[in-house]
């Protein structure tokens, strides 16, 4: 993967694999890059979302949290949004509400997009934004019940499933900003950030969401006799493997992040899904790629949400980091 961008004929490509300051020669790069992330992940505003005013509300979470500085960093939250699709095909009665009730197959990106409006707008937006978000997933939620082939009956108001996908999306976010962000963390930060993300599943109506980390790793171990890898899951992935993107290069920038997101699952996961030695070397090539890119999507991505939250809130940038 790195041979691929170092090599590329493309000097764009080139430069992305090159770490620069903002400003000067680089803010054409960046700004070029920039474009390609928002017409990827971007709704175009279509929920409405003002992250500027009212002027001091501080939403669900607010400047002095660590889900802030979290959710912060674009490069961790894309490869763990990914490891997250990617445990949720493990449980059949969660994925078959997604295969029978969404246009995922059709449309992974817009399923990609409709996702991480929902986790900005609840990390960062006001208050009434944020809750206005999670009533409009509530209420499509309502639509989805029926059951998986083998007969078993689903809901996606199901407080067990619901507490299931929060839990898959926090601990891979988790794990994306430990492995590209490479911050220290401070002591009591991962607990922190497990207890103050669980308020977004209990108001969507999940019950007995882990509160640290000890309770998420002791969840995940309760969980894994529900779990399997069938059919479905790897038509699942195939989906993903596929998936169209509106920019240059799609194929290495799928493969990248697919790769960089698989990179996180844990060791138990990788072995429900059989991914070999050498697709673990080509996870662990991919990784190695979105950590050398990394600083150029975040200079890239340096202006977003997160900054004109926090000066909503009245603080500065630097409460998006820890260091």
């Known amino acids: 993967m790195l041979d691929a ?8 490509v080139r430069s992305l694999s090159r770490a620069a300051p903002v400003g000067g020669w680089a ?4 700004a070029r890059l920039r474009g390609w992330i928002v017409d990827t992940v971007a709704t175009r505003e279509k929920f409405g979302i003002d992250y500027d005013a009212p002027v ?8 002095d949290s660590v889900t802030w500085k979290i959710h912060a960093d674009f490069p961790g939250m ?36 409709n996702t991480t409006t929902f986790v900005a707008a609840t990390t960062y937006a006001p208050l009434g934004h944020a809750e206005r978000l999670i009533d409009i997933v509530d209420r499509m939620h309502a639509r989805v019940v029926g059951h998986t082939p083998e007969g078993e009956p689903y809901d996606a ?16 976010f988790l794990a994306g900003y430990k492995r590209y962000r490479r911050a220290v963390l401070p002591d009591g930060a991962e607990d922190a950030y497990f207890d103050e993300t ?8 999940a019950r007995d969401v882990p509160a640290s980390a000890a309770e998420m790793a002791e969840y995940f ?6 779990l399997r890898f069938d059919q479905r ?3 699942t992935l195939a989906v993903l493997d596929a998936m169209q993107l509106p920019i240059p290069i799609a194929g290495v920038s799928r493969r990248m992040f697919l790769g960089a997101g698989a990179a996180l699952l844990p060791e138990w996961a990788r072995l429900y899904m059989k991914r070999g030695r050498r697709q673990r070397l080509i996870d662990r090539g991919a990784a190695e790629a979105l950590d050398r890119i990394g600083p150029a999507i975040r200079a890239a991505m340096s202006e977003g949400v997160g900054v004109r939250s926090a000066a909503r809130c009245g603080a500065t940038r630097d409460c998006l980091h820890f260091d």
């Open 5 to 12: 961008m170092e090599k590329s004929s493309n000097p764009f």
């Open 27 to 30: 803010e054409p790069v960046y």
């Open 56 to 63: 001091g509300d501080a939403g669900l979470f607010g400047p």
């Open 78 to 113: 894309m490869a763990g949004g990914i490891a997250a699709l990617m445990l949720q095909t493990l449980h059949p009665r969660a994925l078959a509400g997604v295969w029978d009730h969404s246009r995922f197959r059709s449309d992974a990106l817009g399923r990609l997009r």
């Open 157 to 172: 108001r199901d407080p067990h499933l619901l507490t299931w996908v929060h839990c898959t999306e926090m601990a891979m």
């Open 198 to 205: 669980r308020r977004i599943a209990q108001r969507l109506g």
């Open 221 to 226: 171990a309760d969980m894994q006799p529900e």
């Open 233 to 235: 899951s790897r038509d």
